[in-house]
């Protein structure tokens, strides 16, 4: 599980749930043990595991609690899924869907007692049309997967959260994943124009249309899209798909301060030009990039803009964009602009923006995830020296920030004398999440940009939503889920 | 009221309401007098009107059933808006909202003893953010003027329903319009971060956020959208804005079959090209400009793709749009393609697609709206010419083809004896349209693209949706309404 990339987003790489205990048969209550026999009977032994990997006991923000027990299903098709729910519904259990485990926020996590229901063995790219601009893909589709199929078409699929390699289509859609292309793309909502799902009580429905334009009744697609699992169970969906681009180039821009590169991000605001991917990481996060891979990429206080353009007239957007960056000769700015022509070494780039960041395996370390209005980054990344300041922590942050979407990442040197990775993490840093989450909504942001609530940004929906937002969406469960049955303590 | 854009726009011109009777007071129930006593004094005597302007009995498309009486309230701003539902609540009153009365599906029209809730009043931009790429608008700004408000600073609002100079920004976010540029810049929903609303019981609501990306709790500004205001009254609107273009360009393509032309958009499809605005104008359209301009654009049974690229490379785009069409020398597939660099002609060819279609006023005329799958543009320009034979009535139709919206307009020439502007439509043009309807349907598409259900398509909804989605759709509707008061009998 912890490639390079999943270290690249992982909140907190200790938390991976390796050394967490499994679920064992001998661990379940009568009721789910009765449960199994029966599914077991249904769908066959290899899709009911009473005594699971422990890779299931979590996801890579959080495991769940010691001596939870859980039945996991891993059904081969939709029917299955409606199987499952079906029974789970007549036996009032709890279920708790599971894509490919990649999530931050703990969406995945076990509830004790439930069964966790995997998405995994969905895995079939059911039609690829480019007349149309769709693809139809079931829920445990990998996300990268779909775009390595569509590229011999021409064409690919706009969503890229950074664990692209790892997360599923259907994990993705329930977490409304994001990425580093949204400003231009969008996030994940924006290329879904149909969904499958299977409700609480085991029926199939399905939702949208195949056309870009579909205004019937109310749009339960989007209103899916983000859920959590909460309201009912991507088992499929019918996406848009895009020509790939008939041109891309990297500029490099490099600030002296996070200051300038934030000042850097409203110039391209102002131009005409609108990146495909604008990437900001400051002075620390490219120590930690040396650090982690030696590459030599940090130089005392500056900070980098790393920015993909696309498409037509490649030339004349880099010219515009060099000229709204304040690039010339002599700069005032004391900003140096680079087209990285060279393909390898924007390769090169973008790989130490997606696998290097976070402090190393010597930290506890925590990863987090919060949107600003974009005109608001200076103060953010100001916020975030704060914090660290008054926290006696290391902070550090990337930025998507041509959509406002900061991940700071905040920690401490583990003791040499107790290197346990499996040690929970100081309470300091829980401290000055909190305070970073705050801050954000302070400057007008929200307390997640793309990772989701789950249940490790529980605690804080509160401080962003009323109590009327709140009781309308409980209501809204209702509407889905009388039961509660449905992925319950998380999200909403 | 029917201006150009109206009339082009407009499913039956004969349906705007002018000669409809209007309510007075007189007629008012003693529930709803006594209603407006109460809320002229909260409000005053020119908010509440027991007389209203024969306009506001209907929208472009259905006019009220003759005897409708109800009460009309213009609020001048949010709190006024939240006194109405507090009141109505209160009362039990049902309350249709209302934002500049150009729907086409009759979202609008009054029902019987009930509070028609203007929101005209509501037109403060309230700020516009070139930084963070955002405007907040009341709910009464008119579409087209929000766009003329920003291009000072250099930006625009993408949606543009052909409507845009009529309908309100509320309006547009009620329905989730489209219009010509959606392909591209998507529809309402794409451009839509945040709401304010008032709930049925007078609360006021914000949702969503002023940040690209935001992912707590449900979504309720996508649910929103497009629901007709049958959840809750939108007041307000966070909206995404977007740098104008660098360059925009015409191109003309005339092709000697509709299929041809249908052809040239799946060619389109497999390019890398993705215009801005695909427009196709099938060879009765063309004649339907004639007659009612004198353009002289129509010639035999030729069809038109009418394209605008925008961006960088505009000179690339119109290279690779011209060979995707097969322009060459010779030409096998006879098709002629011109790039318009006069923009005045440009301009001409746009401004006669928006304005120009349908029958005249010498017709009976129902004017549909319907999506499919863009592949399948060819099979339906065929079904709407053989629903035109088998019914014998005429019918011509443009798409938006590169989303496979379709608009067909089914005519019959009025009696010379009986030119009454008022009276209804034949049954056989009804009959004609619940053919479309069915028929788009089977070819994989949607009832409705961007004009809404309101309640001219009210009656095809178990077409489309499922009964667990139509059971669902109400629990939804309980959820936010549970009286069930605002926009009885409206699109759900």
Redesign the interface.
């Known amino acids: 599980m912890t490639t390079s990339i999943s270290a690249s987003t992982s909140a907190d790489t200790s938390a991976v749930p390796a050394s967490a205990p499994s679920a064992d048969a001998s661990s379940l209550s009568p009721h789910l043990r009765a449960l199994a026999e029966r599914l077991q009977g249904l769908l066959g032994e290899d899709v009911v595991l009473t005594d699971p990997d422990p890779v299931y006991t979590g996801d890579h923000a959080v495991p769940s609690a010691p001596g939870t027990s859980f039945l996991l299903t891993l059904p081969r098709d939709v029917e299955g899924v409606q199987t499952v729910l079906r029974l789970a519904h007549e036996t009032g259990t709890t279920v708790v869907p599971r894509g490919a485990g990649s999530g931050l926020s703990g969406g995945a996590t076990p509830v004790d007692g439930s069964i966790v229901l995997g998405l995994e063995r969905l895995t079939r790219i059911r039609e690829i ?6 693809a139809v893909v079931e829920a445990g589709v990998i996300t990268a997967d779909l775009s390595e199929a569509l590229a011999p078409h ?1 064409f690919f699929y706009a969503p890229d959260p950074a664990s692209a390699r790892l997360s599923s289509i259907g994990g993705n859609i329930a ?2 994943a ?1 990425g580093l292309h ?2 231009k793309y ?2 994940t ?2 290329s879904v124009l149909g969904l499958e799902v299977v ?1 609480a009580d085991g ?1 199939l ?3 949208g ?12 697609t ?2 899916l ?3 959590e699992g909460t ?1 009912a169970i991507v088992v499929a969906a019918t996406v848009r798909i ?5 041109a891309r180039r990297t500029v490099l821009a490099r600030f002296p301060t996070v200051a300038g590169a934030a000042a850097g991000v ?1 110039a391209i ?4 030009v ?1 990146p495909a991917a604008c990437e900001l990481l400051d002075a620390r996060s490219l120590e930690d990039i040396d650090e982690n891979t030696g590459a030599g990429v940090a130089a005392g206080e500056s900070a980098v803009l790393l920015v993909e353009l696309d ?4 030339a ?2 880099a010219d ?1 964009l060099i000229v709204a960056l304040g690039g010339g000769d002599p700069d005032p700015s004391g900003v140096e602009i680079r087209v990285l022509e060279d393909q390898a070494e924007a390769e090169h780039w973008w790989e130490l923006r997606r696998s290097g960041r976070g402090s190393g395996a010597g930290h506890f370390r925590l990863g987090e995830d919060v ?5 608001r980054l200076a103060d953010a990344f100001a916020v975030i020296e704060r914090i660290g300041r008054e926290h006696g922590i290391r902070t550090s942050a990337v930025a ?1 920030a ?4 900061l991940h700071p990442s905040l920690s401490l040197p583990r003791p040499e004398d107790n290197p346990d990775p499996s040690a929970p993490l100081p309470p300091v840093l829980h401290d000055a999440a909190d305070d970073l989450v705050r801050e954000a909504l302070a400057l ?10 789950g249940t490790a ?1 529980h605690s804080w ?1 509160d401080l ?3 109590d ?3 009781a ?2 409980r ?6 889920d009388p039961q509660h049955l449905l992925n319950p303590g998380k ?2």
Not at 371 to 375: D, L, W
Not at 444 to 453: A, L
Request: overall charge positive; glycine content about 14%; aromatic content about 2%.
């Open positions: 049309d480019v007349l149309d601009e769709v021409g977490t409304n994001g949204c400003a969008g996030v909502r924006e409700l029926t429905l399905r939702t249309h195949r056309s870009i334009k579909g205004v019937t009744g109310l749009d339960l989007q209103l899209i983000g859920s309201l895009r020509p790939l681009p008939v409203n605001s102002r131009s005409p609108r498409g037509y007239g490649i004349e957007q515009d949107a600003i209005p974009k005109s998507h041509g959509d406002g979407n007008g942001g929200t307390i997640s940009g793309e990772h989701g609530i940004k929906l962003e939503l009323s009327a937002s709140r309308l969406q209501r809204l469960k209702d509407a889905f999200a909403l």
